[in-house]
């Protein structure tokens, strides 16, 4: 017969009155009864009647969740039943409640009347914390987890705010409650004010979602939803929003849906999904229903599904993808599906030289309005062997061999083109007292015939190929374009240096100098001046970049001619203090630095964060057009945070073309130290500050 | 002027050529990386004495925002941060990070922005490799034989 | 401090007289007191005192005890209350019995175990004192 527990006592003095089974405790009183603490300094027990009466302070304890402090009760002998009055609980050292009278009815409830509760230090007495909730009653589900409150009204700062008969919230520390989760507030140019109310349902274990109401003062209301799920051998999410009114458009039922995914198959092949769609019924401004409702600026939304693996020795990837454009300018029906695309890469060791040997066969479909504008089949061979020689030079050959077959308009096609390229590289160090420098010279002789065998595709709308950037990532590499369609023709020479400044715990230096010098101008990179690669002998291209532990980076690139007009700078800064960090970035690139990019673009952006004091945070975002001199966007925003409470107001601002300004103020308000969200301590509101 | 080859005869650097097995991660980005590390540290196999593990940390962030609203170019910012760990003792024997930078334009068509995306996180991947190979053929001579 | 509590409902009469037995007595006539040792025992009416030396001392007419006092492992009886402790000491006259040392009192479904013990037998209360430690039973 499983013994039930039984209440223990500890006095320093005891005095026990036989007649009246009285018993009177006096001095470090502690009665212990299961994981219950009672301690105080007196107690009286009756026997006959079972009752413990506590006329002093006390304090009750349950572990560390339940702790109450009282001027007195009556209990019965295992501290459950009973009534206290005037008593302080404080659940999970988070949330405190100053109740009138706490009535344990049975170890799951206790009742507790006239009631103020909140997560944020009280002072003292007059002191009024920073939110509270004053309610006729709560009662506390120990077992559940959450807390019951009748007639009960927020006060903010003392003001009451909001009233409810009825309100359920989550014990702290509990992270997955169903419930209200805090409404958002936001007021703009685009939509008006507006508000959000999300509700959180955990519905199992492995998946939870968000159902959230948007009402905007102009008359839209949106339903939005969220789901995420984790399945045995993955997880997905999904997303998305329905507007049942939708008062910036002609049409209502505007929306969205987005999905994305990862799951393990067998045998270490790996599926990813992501599914991106939205509707694009003509709104009154050009905006899409995502940029008014401020869910994403994105103008493009991909949609992919795609299987890898990869092994020590090689790599498989089978993808499918289209894409549905917002941009006026693209109309969707001659954006392709790209149905499937294939790689597949086997790494070899060649026996004759014990280099590596690569071979990648690969192909692409691509269809338009169903039907197949575009395939190629094809192969790559990379090949690569380094010898290190005994004064430390480094020797590399090096062979790539691409070849295509492509089907297009009912034409068919075939490419080839071999690279060779022979490397020396000789890298020398220097130790000094607090780093280690390394100065690397390279040069490279690459050949390769000055036109493909066969034809390569130059079909702007199918070939992979019609970008191609040259910067210093791919000064020293044998063919820079980025797809298949193309490889770089003729001969040519890669030279250049890099310099390694390493100081494990000072500063980093990092630069890389260097150019491409042609035997013949094959005018593969368009015939603009300033992709770099347009003149026989390529731009300078030039890396600088410095760091000093995780506080500060800065990295500049630029591109370069003999007369030394920059065509590419692109600059950034990073700052990361411990009350003040910011990052700026700075770009400038003349016409066509990149192909397919006419006219220049001039652009600065910058953003901080400022902690003014342990509450009050600055944070600012702003990116100005400097062709134009017009200011692209901005945010500002104010946080104000302390233990109970984070309340972030925020205020963006777009500016289009013809200047006039999108402005969105927003006021969302977190309670801390209920739920998931714990106290912030290091803001904690500190008492006579 | 106090500069001497890295690699050489007697040089700590030549000697760890193909001793450093490399983690292998089901990404394209883990293949390039480790393709282009055993271009530079040689191949070693499941039993090399070094064992080299890493973590990347790649965002991507607006560079460019044409006056019509569209994102015409991305920026490309890439953290690694590694360790070496000496396969015998199982040691950590060298912890390290190291940054690259790179950036595509979005002004072309979708299928061709992907591919440039890719070949960005390429080249961002290939580069951090180069660095790696660089500052382990300097740090080697410090590693416990 | 202690205020004071009643033990047993029948109240102790002190006048009845006090037998004691023991192995061995040694009688020191000088300071008229008697060292029984060796499983002592002392009784009073329903009262009985037992342990390993129990020395008497008394009162000046030589012709009733005026104190008892007890040492090792003693044992303590009056019906309702039982106790044990390392030491006790009986004053006869005020009725007063202090208990020392690993007190442990069983009374009516009660333990308490405490360092020291005051039984008042005439009007039957306990006093505990020194980390006092108990069960709460309900009657």
């Known amino acids: 017969q499983e013994r039930t527990p039984v209440a223990s006592l500890i006095a320093d003095t005891i005095r026990f009155d036989g007649a009246s089974t009285r018993l009177v405790a006096r001095g470090n009183v502690e009665v212990f009864y299961d994981r219950l603490v009672l301690q105080t300094e007196e107690i009286i027990y ?112 003392g003001v009451p705010i909001f009233y409810t008969p009825r309100l359920s919230i989550p014990e702290p520390g509990v992270a997955r409650a169903s419930g209200f989760l805090v409404p958002r507030f936001t007021s703009g140019t685009t939509i008006g004010a507006s508000v959000k109310i999300p509700y959180y349902w955990a519905i199992s274990p492995h998946s939870d979602a968000t159902i959230t109401p948007f009402v905007t003062s102009k008359g839209s209301a ?57 509707s694009e019924f003509d709104t009154l401004n050009e905006d899409g229903f995502l940029d008014n409702y401020g869910y994403s600026n994105d103008d493009r939304l991909t949609n992919f599904i795609q299987i890898t693996k990869t092994t020590r020795t090689g790599f498989f990837y089978v993808g499918s993808s289209f894409t549905q454009s917002l941009r006026a300018v693209e109309i969707d029906t001659d954006i392709p599906v790209v ?123 199918t070939s992979d190929s019609t970008t191609a950037e040259f910067e210093e990532t791919n000064l020293f590499s044998i063919n820079r374009f980025p797809g298949f369609d193309e490889s770089e023709a003729g001969v040519r020479a890669n030279i250049g240096m890099r310099y390694l400044r390493y100081a494990p715990s000072g500063w980093e230096m990092n630069v890389t100098l260097g150019r491409v010098i042609r035997a013949k101008n094959l005018n593969q990179f368009d015939t603009s001046t ?56 700075y770009v400038w690139l003349d016409q066509y630095t990149v192909l397919g990019q006419p006219n220049r673009q001039h652009e600065a952006s910058l953003s901080a964060a400022y902690m003014a004091s342990d509450n009050w945070q600055w944070t600012a975002d702003w990116r100005h057009n400097l062709g134009t001199g017009t200011p692209i966007e901005g945010d500002l925003g104010l946080v104000y945070q302390n233990e109970c409470a984070e309340v972030r107001f925020s205020l963006s601002l777009q500016y289009d073309a013809d200047g006039n300004i999108e402005r969105d103020y927003g006021l969302q308000i977190a309670f801390s130290g209920l739920g998931s969200r714990n106290k912030n301590t290091k803001s904690a509101h500190r008492c006579g500050v | 002027c106090g500069f001497e080859p890295v690699y050489g005869e ?83 024997v060298f912890t390290d990070k190291v940054a690259s930078n790179t950036a595509y334009s979005a002004t072309s068509g979708t299928y061709q922005t992907s591919v440039a995306e890719r070949d960005a996180h390429v080249r961002l991947v290939w580069d951090m490799a180069e660095k790696i190979a660089t500052r382990i053929s300097i740090v080697a001579p410090d590693w416990p034989k | 401090q202690g205020a004071s509590l009643s033990l047993s409902s029948t109240p102790h009469d002190a006048s009845q007289p006090v037998e004691v037995t023991a192995d061995s007595l040694t009688v020191d006539q000088a300071s008229r007191t008697a060292v029984f040792s060796g499983s002592a025992r002392v009784g009073q009416g329903a ?57 442990l009192l069983l009374q009516g479904g009660n333990a308490f175990s405490a360092d020291t013990l005051e039984l008042d037998v005439l009007n039957n209360s306990a006093n505990l004192t020194g980390n006092v430690k108990t069960v709460l039973v309900p009657k």
């Open chain 3, 47 to 103: 009262m009985r005192l037992g342990a390993d030396q129990i020395q008497v001392t008394y009162s000046d007419t030589a012709s009733e005890i005026s104190k008892v006092s007890a040492t090792g492992s003693v044992v303590f009886t009056n019906g309702a209350e039982n106790a044990e402790a390392d030491r006790a000491n009986y004053d006869v006259a005020k009725g007063l019995l202090i208990m020392q040392g690993n007190v």
């Open chain 1, 222 to 278: 949106i339903i939005e939803g969220e789901y995420r799920r984790r399945v045995q051998n993955g997880a997905y999410e999904m997303r998305g929003a329905l507007a049942l009114r939708d008062r910036l458009s002609q049409e209502d039922y505007n929306g969205y849906f987005q999905s994305e995914g990862r799951f393990d198959l067998r045998n270490d092949y790996q599926l990813d999904f992501a599914i991106s769609l939205s």
């Open chain 1, 339 to 461: 149905l499937p695309e294939i790689h597949y890469t086997q790494s070899y060791v060649d026996p004759i030289f014990n280099g590596k040997a690569n071979l990648t066969l690969h192909s692409v479909s691509l269809l338009r309005n169903l039907e197949n504008s575009y395939t190629r089949i094809g192969a790559r061979g990379d090949w690569r062997k380094e010898w290190h020689t005994g004064q430390g030079l480094v020797l590399g050959a090096a062979g790539q061999l691409n070849a295509n077959l492509y089907y297009g308009d009912g034409s068919s096609d075939f490419s080839a083109l071999p690279i060779l390229r022979a490397e020396i590289r000789y890298p020398l160090k220097k130790a000094t007292k607090n780093a280690t420098h390394v100065i690397e010279p390279i040069a490279q002789l690459i050949w390769a015939p000055d036109d493909p065998w066969g034809s390569a595709n130059q079909d702007r709308s």
């Open chain 1, 530 to 585: 300033s992709t770099g690669l347009d003149a026989t002998n390529s731009d300078f291209v030039g890396a600088l970049s410095f760091s000093y532990s995780d506080q500060f980076q800065f990295l500049t690139r630029m591109l370069a001619d003999d007369d030394f007009n920059v065509s590419k700078n692109e600059t950034s800064i990073v700052f990361d203090g411990d009350r003040f960090d910011f990052a700026a970035s």
């Open chain 1, 46 to 157: 009756d026997q006959r009647a079972n009752r413990i009466l506590v006329p002093g302070e006390f304090t009750l304890r349950e572990g560390d969740d339940f702790v109450v402090h009282a001027a007195g009760a009556e209990l019965d002998s295992k501290l459950q039943a009973g009534l206290i009055s005037t008593a302080r609980v404080v659940i999970s050292q988070q949330l405190q409640i100053a109740a009138q009278e706490v009535h344990r009815a049975d170890p799951q409830f206790t009742t507790l009347n006239r009631v103020v509760a909140s997560t944020c230090h009280v002072c003292d007495k007059g002191d009024v914390p920073f939110w509270q909730i004053r309610a006729a009653r709560v009662i506390h589900d120990t077992d559940g987890q959450r807390l019951y409150f009748e007639k009960a009204r927020l006060d903010f700062l």
């Open chain 2, 10 to 92: 007697k040089s700590s650097a030549s000697a760890l050529l193909g001793q450093v097995d490399i983690q292998v991660q089901n990404s394209r980005n883990s293949f390039e990386f480790r393709d282009r590390l055993i271009e530079r540290l040689g191949r070693g196999d499941a039993s090399a004495p070094y064992y080299l593990t890493y973590e990347f940390g790649i965002t991507s962030d607006d560079l460019v925002i044409s006056d019509s609203d569209n994102v015409t170019r991305y920026t490309l910012s890439g953290v690694t941060r590694y360790k070496i760990l000496e396969r015998a003792s199982n040691t950590v």
